[in-house]
C-alpha cells in the first residue's frame, strides 16, 4: 500500500463508525477488471468482482460506475456480460471524477456517508474524498473483502425490487434531463399518482424501514428501536386508538412502480383548532428520496389539510414553500384498472361528531375535497355538532350576523359549527352524517330565547351552563388552564342563563326529513349509525337500546328517499376489542372499514333527481312539533311510528355518545 493509500485508509478509519454502504461506485480499468480498455486491453475480466455486484444487489446494496474510458467501447462489453442492468446511473466519460461523482450521488439522493467509491488510482480517491465529503473510499484490494465486511450486510432482496426502483428513477431523471421547459411541465407528463396503504400492520417492517433510514425527507425524526420485535410493537401502538391515522404512501407512475416511499402517524385532538384546519398533529412523516423532486411529501401534507408538525433538522423540502402541485393525483388503487375509475364525488362533506376527522381522513382518494364537521374543543368549551337539529339550526344561521357575534362573544368559530354545510356544493357531492346525539333526548342543547338558533356545549364535566350549581361553576373557574379559558368560563356563566333556555320539544322526524329535503339536486347523502354496542370502564360492552331502536328507525327513513343510504359501524367492526371506551370510539381500522362502506353504499346511490323546497327556519318551526324520541316536556312519541318505539319518554334516554 503506498503512503497516500495509508493516509487515506486512515483518515477513513479514524472518522469513526462508518455506516452501512447503500451504493458502491466503481472504477473499471485495474479495478472492475485487468488492464486498460484503452492501453493493451482487458487482461482479465473478473468474474469474482462480476459476482460481487450481482450478490450486492441481491443484499439491495446498489453499484454503479464512474470511469474515464469511451462509453461506446466500454457499454457493449458490459451487455455481453449481462452484468450491464445491474449498474445504476453508470457515468463514463473522459472528464474529470470528482464533479460527475458529486452529480451521481445527487442523482441516486442517498447520503454520501453511505456510498462508497472503489479506485485504485489514490489521486481518483483523495480528489472523491474532496469533492464530495462524507464519501466512503476504498483501494482495489478491499473489493475481496466486500462481502464479508459488516456494511455489506444488506438486506435479503433476492427479488431485485430495490434494483428495479433505482431503474425506473434513473429512466426518469435521463427524461428530465431531455424535457424541454421547466422542470414542472416534465412533472405534468410523468402521470404521477399517489395511493395511501392504510393497512400499516401488515406493512409494518417497511414502516419501520421508513422511519429509521430516512433522513433527509424525515420531519420528525423519532426513531424506533433497532430490535425489530420491539419495533413492530412500539410502532402498532403509535398507529392504534381512534384519533390516530396512518399510512404507508406509494407512488406510481408512467415509468413504473417505486413501492412504498413514504408514512406517516397522526393524531387528533390539537386544542383550540382554527377555522378550516384539521385538528391533528403529526407523530411521523417521512419519505425515502427515491421520489425526491415529485414533491409528493408537499402535496401529502396540503391532502392532510396541513396538521401540526414539529420539524426536526434540516430536510430537504420545505413544506411552507409556496407552490402549485397540479402534477399529482390520488387514487384508489395502484392497478391500472381501478386507477381510471371516476371519483365517488366531486367533494365529500361530512358532518359528526368525535369519528368525524377519522373517517373522513380515508376519502381523499376518492374526491377533489373533503370538508369535515365535527365535535370540537373550542377554548374551555367542548361543542358537540352531531345532531340533526344543531345541523339544521347551524345552516338555518349561516350568515346571520347576530348568530356570529354571538359565537364570537362564546370563542366558538362557527364555521367549525357547520354552517356552510349545503352552501355552494357542487352537482355530485356526497353529503354524509352521523347524528349520535338524536338516539337521547337526556342531553341539554341549548336554544336562544330570542334568536332561536341551537348549541351544544359544555365545559369540563358540567352538562351546561343553565342548570349547573354555581358551585360547580367556580370549581370550572378555578380549574381554568389559562386567563383566556377564565374569562370564557365566567362569561358562559353569566351569559347563557340570561339568553338561553334547555330543552324543548322536537320531532325527530321532522327533523331527518328537513336534512334529507335540503341536500341539493343531483347530491346524495348516507348516515352513518353508530354500533348498538358501548365500552365503559364500568360496566364493559354493554347494548344501548337507545342506539338499537334509533338505527332501526333510521334503515326504515332513509328507504323513503332514494338518494339517501344508510352505512354502520357494526359492519366495519370485526372483533369486541375494536370497541374503544366512550361514546363511538373504535380502533384506528374501524374508521378506515367505515369509509369504504359509505363509499360503497354512495356508489349504488341514485342522486337527487330535483330541488325540494326548503324550509327557512327550522330551529323555530321545531317549537310546535311532537317529538318522536321522547322529551323533557312531555313524553309523547308520534302516533305513527309507535310500532317501532313501543315505549315514549324513556326510549332515548341516556347519555349522548
Avoid at 234 to 256: I, N, T
Avoid at 548 to 572: I, K, L, Q, T
Wanted: glycine share 6%.
Amino acid at each position: 500500500m503506498t503512503s497516500v493509500d495509508s493516509t487515506l485508509s486512515a483518515s477513513v478509519s479514524d472518522s469513526g463508525p462508518r455506516e452501512p454502504v447503500r451504493l458502491v461506485i466503481w472504477d473499471l480499468d485495474e479495478t472492475f477488471w485487468k488492464g486498460t480498455l484503452t492501453e493493451g486491453g482487458i487482461s482479465e475480466y473478473v468474474q469474482a468482482h462480476h459476482d460481487t455486484v450481482i450478490e450486492l444487489a441481491r443484499r439491495g446494496i446498489m453499484s454503479s460506475i464512474c470511469s474515464r474510458n469511451d462509453p461506446d467501447r466500454v457499454l457493449p462489453i458490459l451487455a455481453e456480460k449481462k452484468i450491464l442492468d445491474y449498474f445504476i446511473f453508470p457515468s463514463i466519460s473522459w472528464e474529470s471524477k470528482g464533479a460527475r461523482l458529486a452529480a451521481l450521488v445527487e442523482a441516486v439522493q442517498l447520503r454520501p456517508a453511505s456510498v462508497m467509491f472503489v479506485d485504485d488510482n489514490p489521486s481518483n480517491l483523495a480528489e472523491a474524498r474532496d469533492r464530495v465529503p462524507g464519501i466512503q473510499i476504498e483501494s482495489e484490494d478491499f473489493v475481496g473483502r466486500m462481502l464479508a465486511d459488516p456494511r455489506f450486510k444488506g438486506k435479503d432482496d433476492s427479488k431485485l425490487t430495490r434494483l428495479a426502483q433505482y431503474k425506473l428513477l434513473e429512466a426518469r431523471k435521463r427524461d428530465e434531463v431531455q424535457h424541454s421547459g421547466d422542470n414542472s411541465d416534465f412533472l405534468r407528463s410523468c402521470d404521477i399518482r399517489v395511493y395511501i396503504e392504510h393497512d400499516v400492520l401488515g406493512n409494518l417492517d417497511r414502516a419501520i424501514e421508513l422511519v429509521n433510514r430516512t433522513n433527509q425527507l424525515n420531519y420528525t425524526k423519532k426513531r424506533l428501536p433497532e430490535d425489530l420485535a420491539v419495533a413492530r410493537t412500539r410502532l402498532a401502538e403509535q398507529c392504534s386508538g381512534s384519533h390516530r391515522q396512518a399510512g404507508l404512501v406509494r407512488v406510481v407512475d408512467k415509468y413504473g412502480d417505486y413501492g412504498f416511499v413514504g408514512f406517516y402517524v397522526m393524531r387528533n385532538r390539537r386544542p383550540d383548532p382554527a377555522p378550516g384546519l384539521a385538528n391533528n398533529r403529526l407523530v411521523h412523516y417521512c419519505f425515502s428520496c427515491r421520489t425526491l423532486g415529485m414533491y409528493v411529501e408537499q402535496w401529502l401534507y396540503d391532502q392532510l389539510r396541513r396538521p401540526a408538525l414539529e420539524v426536526v433538522g434540516d430536510v430537504l423540502t420545505d413544506l411552507n414553500e409556496p407552490r402549485t402541485i397540479d402534477w399529482i393525483r390520488p387514487v384508489s388503487s395502484v392497478s391500472e384498472a381501478t386507477a381510471a375509475e371516476r371519483k365517488v364525488a366531486p367533494e365529500i362533506r361530512f358532518c359528526g361528531g368525535c369519528e368525524a376527522n377519522s373517517v373522513a381522513h380515508y376519502f381523499s382518494a376518492y374526491c377533489d375535497k373533503v370538508s369535515v364537521t365535527g365535535n370540537f374543543q373550542a377554548g374551555a368549551l367542548f361543542v358537540r355538532t352531531n345532531s340533526c337539529f344543531l345541523l339544521l339550526s347551524a345552516t338555518d344561521h349561516a350568515d346571520d350576523k347576530a348568530f356570529e357575534a354571538e359565537m364570537t362573544l362564546l370563542g366558538i368559530p362557527a364555521p367549525l359549527l357547520g354552517t356552510g354545510y349545503f352552501q355552494d356544493a357542487p352537482e355530485g357531492t356526497l353529503f354524509v352524517f352521523n347524528g349520535g346525539l338524536d338516539p337521547y333526548s337526556g342531553y341539554h342543547i341549548l336554544r336562544h330565547r330570542l334568536h332561536g338558533w341551537e348549541l351544544h356545549f359544555k365545559c369540563g364535566d358540567s352538562t351546561d351552563f343553565v342548570t349547573t350549581p354555581p358551585e360547580h361553576i367556580d370549581r370550572l373557574v378555578a380549574d381554568a388552564k389559562s386567563d383566556d379559558q377564565r374569562r370564557q368560563i365566567e362569561f358562559a356563566a353569566r351569559h347563557v342563563p340570561e339568553n338561553y333556555e334547555v330543552g324543548c320539544e322536537r320531532s325527530l322526524e321532522k327533523g331527518m326529513e328537513e336534512l334529507a329535503r335540503r341536500v341539493p339536486k343531483g347530491c346524495k347523502l348516507v348516515i352513518l349509525l353508530d354500533d348498538e354496542r358501548k365500552r365503559s370502564k364500568r360496566t364493559g360492552i354493554k347494548i344501548k337500546p337507545e342506539r338499537v331502536r334509533y338505527n332501526e328507525w333510521v334503515r326504515s327513513f332513509a328507504e323513503r328517499f332514494p338518494y339517501v343510504g344508510v352505512a354502520a359501524f357494526a359492519d366495519a367492526i370485526h372483533s369486541e376489542n375494536e370497541i374503544l371506551t366512550g361514546g363511538n370510539h373504535y380502533e384506528r381500522e374501524v374508521y378506515w372499514r367505515a369509509a369504504e362502506k359509505i363509499l360503497e353504499v354512495a356508489r349504488q346511490l341514485p342522486p337527487k333527481e330535483s330541488s325540494e323546497s326548503c324550509a327557512a327556519g327550522f330551529s323555530a318551526h321545531l317549537r310546535s312539533e311532537k317529538p318522536i324520541n321522547g322529551s323533557a316536556g312531555t313524553g309523547e312519541s308520534a302516533p305513527h311510528i309507535q310500532e317501532r318505539f313501543p315505549r315514549t319518554h324513556d326510549v332515548f334516554l341516556g347519555e349522548p355518545a
